[in-house]
Structure formats: C-alpha cells, structure tokens
C-alpha cells in the first residue's frame, strides 16, 4: 500500500516558517490530488492546501498568501512551506493523497501527522 511519512514539524516562535514535507511511497503521477490538511486540539480536521494533478493550487483562506504547497515528482514529496506563523496554526498536519483506480474508485492515503507549535 501506498505510504505517506511527513517531516519537519516542530516548535517555531510566532512570526516564523517552518517547511513540511511528505515522502510518497508511491509515484506522485499516481495521485489525482495531493493535499496538506490540519487538525488543531479540540477542533476538526480542515483542509489547509490542494493542489490537484494538472491543475493549480488552491488553500484555506486564512493561510492563503502565507502557505505555499508543492510538489516534486522527480523524489516523490508533497511540501508545505509556511511562512508569518501564528500561534493559530498550531496543529497537527497531515499529509493527504487521492488515488484514481479503475472504474472510478478512488483510494485515499493519510500520513501519520505531524506537529507543529506556534509559540513563543
């Protein structure tokens, strides 16, 4: 099965940036849509960044024009750079990836999370 392991999370002061990757087991040229999500303590998961296959990418409105996602298909990395942190960005982030199978099916893969504290 396809696996997804994110990195680079941890404690960052407010005002600051923090980079996020997520390794893809699998090609990226399998995913229709790879995607960054979040979950902050006592709240549900939201979708922070997309960035769909042959399309553009598109976020949440309160990160836009501070979180950038991209892709590097040549090592399978899905990154997420964040930049002017808030200490409302703390939460868990996990990386997403969609999968398209025959017949419409479709195949949804989760990393385990990662942590990251805005604090000072």
């Known amino acids: 099965q396809v696996q997804l392991v994110e990195s680079g999370g941890g404690l960052v002061q407010p005002g600051g940036s923090l980079r996020l990757s997520c390794a893809s087991s699998a090609s990226l040229h399998s995913f229709n849509v790879m995607a960054w999500y979040r979950q902050a303590p006592g709240k549900q998961r939201e979708l922070v960044a997309k960035?769909?296959?042959?399309?553009?990418?598109n976020y949440a409105d309160s990160v836009k024009g501070r979180f950038t996602i991209s892709t590097d298909y040549a090592k399978n990395t899905i990154n997420l750079q964040m930049t002017s942190l808030t200490p409302e960005d703390t939460a868990i982030y996990f990386c997403n990836a969609d999968q398209l199978l025959s017949g419409f099916k479709h195949l949804e893969f989760w990393g385990q999370g990662t942590l990251v504290t805005v604090h000072s």
């Open positions: 960035f769909p296959d042959g399309g553009s990418p």
